[in-house]
C-alpha cells in the first residue's frame, strides 16, 4: 500500500512533466510508476491537489498544479472554470444540467463539489456533460442562475 504523500507528489511530477490529459491517463501513468491506485483515488488525489484543466500550446486541456499552492479561492476558481469551459446550463426539476466542453464536466463538477454547497446531493460528470443533483427545484433554480452569472464575462 502506497502512503499518500509520495503519491501526491508523484502526481505533481507528472502533470508538470506529461501532458496528462484525462484521470485514466493519470492513474495509468500512477500504476506505471509502480503506484496501486484506483479511479476514486486518482480522484480524491486530483481535488486534494487542485488540478485544474489547462489549454496546452496544442490546443488540448490537460491537469497542472495551480499557480499559487495552498490559495483556494472558490469563486475566482469557479467563474474561471465556467467562463471557459461551460457551453449551456439548464434545469430539470432538482437537476442542473451543465454542458461543458469536451473533457471539461469532471473540472466543473470538482468546482461545484469543493463549494460545499448544503443544497447539493451530488454531482455525476461525463465527458462534456454534468448532473447535479439538488435537494429541492428551488435550490436547483438558484444554482442555475448563479451559474449563469459566472458564465457572463
Given at each position: 500500500m502506497q502512503l499518500k504523500e509520495p503519491r501526491q507528489k508523484k502526481i505533481l511530477e507528472l502533470v508538470s512533466r506529461q501532458g496528462i490529459e484525462t484521470q485514466q491517463a493519470l492513474a495509468a501513468a500512477?500504476?506505471?510508476?509502480?503506484f496501486g491506485v484506483t479511479q476514486a483515488t486518482v480522484s480524491r488525489d486530483i481535488r486534494e491537489l487542485n488540478l485544474v484543466k489547462e489549454l496546452g500550446v496544442d490546443g488540448r486541456y490537460r491537469y497542472a498544479a495551480p499557480v499559487r499552492e495552498g490559495v483556494r479561492?472558490?469563486?475566482?476558481?469557479l467563474k474561471k472554470i465556467f467562463q471557459e469551459s461551460v457551453t449551456s446550463v439548464a434545469c430539470a426539476q432538482n437537476l442542473v444540467v451543465l454542458k461543458t466542453l469536451p473533457g471539461l464536466a469532471s473540472a466543473a463538477c470538482s468546482a461545484i463539489d469543493d463549494?460545499?454547497?448544503s443544497d447539493l446531493a451530488g454531482t455525476l460528470a461525463g465527458d462534456d456533460t454534468a448532473f447535479l443533483a439538488m435537494l429541492d427545484k428551488a435550490a436547483a433554480e438558484r444554482l442555475c442562475r448563479e451559474i449563469e452569472g459566472m458564465m457572463r464575462h
Open positions: 500512477l500504476q506505471a510508476a509502480g479561492n472558490y469563486s475566482d476558481r463549494m460545499g454547497a
